[in-house]
């Protein structure tokens, strides 16, 4: 995964933002996938997100308490009121009076990634839950943190960035519900499908762990298996066999090195454990194989 920093544009709320009557007071990105910015309004006006595809969590500065979310009338901002929207969130905000707020992006990639390596679940069986005008004294504490320091600096970046850690693991610890369990007969997206293919085609001739297949689908050793075995018919070790069996017959046919090499190139390690496999599988040594392609 790219360890290059997400800037605040990368963000939909942020473009949006940007060609509206606020005026950005600062903004700077935070890391992988998280962003940050602050901004001031002094106009009214009525504003929009449609599903912008990514999470963000506002914090009212200053200001605001005439302002409220179209079809939550009786909520109304204020100094020390969160909003948490969804990357899949529809909103309309009627903002009727001067407000400075503070905006942190999250990538769902980045979530995604927190959920998999802090509660070892599946990103799909958690959803972010999409909150309005609430108060949460720990969440005002990590932002003091965020607005004492200059993003611009490289040192104060990274405390920033660790603050935004910290408003991350909060979200995860409070701030999820759980979706109801789906059954695994969609298995694994195809894009993580051919992901996941083309990392184990590449890596053949390599020792393969179900964590490190895990890793590259950003699941759960437990959950890739599951969705793995949904998608594929049989379980990672199964289909593995499969494809270096694939690789060996591909090498053998051509007549492209000894017994070893192939074995080395398709995985098998050694000779021996090639043909073992290969007789089990196919119904013939390797070398008989070999022969019978017409291939020396």
């Known amino acids: 995964m790219s360890s290059v920093a997400s800037a605040p544009a990368d963000f939909s709320v942020f473009r949006t933002l940007s060609r509206s009557t606020a005026t950005l007071e600062r903004a700077a990105p935070l890391g992988e996938g998280i962003a940050i910015s602050q901004w001031a309004r002094s106009a009214c006006e009525t504003l929009g997100y449609d599903t912008p595809g990514h999470h963000t969590l506002s914090l009212y500065l200053h200001g605001g308490d005439k302002s409220f979310r179209v079809g939550h009338d009786t909520l109304h901002g204020g100094a020390g009121k969160f909003c948490v929207l969804p990357a899949e969130h529809y909103s309309r905000w009627c903002m009727n009076d001067t407000v400075h707020f503070l905006h942190l992006y999250i990538a769902p990639e980045r979530l995604a990634r927190e959920v998999v390596m802090r509660l070892d679940r599946e990103p799909r069986t958690l959803e972010l839950r999409d909150r309005t005008y609430i108060q949460d004294d720990s969440l005002i504490d990590v932002c003091r943190q965020l607005l004492g320091t200059d993003w ?48 184990v085609d590449a890596h053949l001739a390599e020792a393969l762990t179900l964590d490190q297949l895990a890793g590259v689908a950003a699941l759960s ?23 270096r069996l694939a690789r060996a017959k591909s090498l053998l046919a051509e007549g492209r090195g000894d017994l070893a090499g192939v074995a080395q190139a398709s995985g ?29």
């Open 152 to 199: 611009s600096q490289p040192a104060d970046r990274l405390a920033a960035s660790s603050a935004a850690e910290t408003v991350l693991h909060h979200l995860l610890n409070q701030g999820v519900a759980r979706k109801t369990p789906q059954p695994a007969r969609g298995g694994l997206a195809p894009g993580v499908r051919r992901r996941v293919m083309d990392y």
């Open 221 to 243: 050793t437990y959950h890739f298996a599951r969705m793995f075995h949904a998608s594929f018919g049989e379980p990672p070790h199964a289909w593995v066999r499969g494809r």
């Open 268 to 296: 098998f390690g050694n000779a021996s454990h090639l043909a073992r496999v290969f007789r089990d599988a196919i119904g013939v040594t390797p070398g008989q194989y070999r022969r019978a392609r017409g291939t020396h």
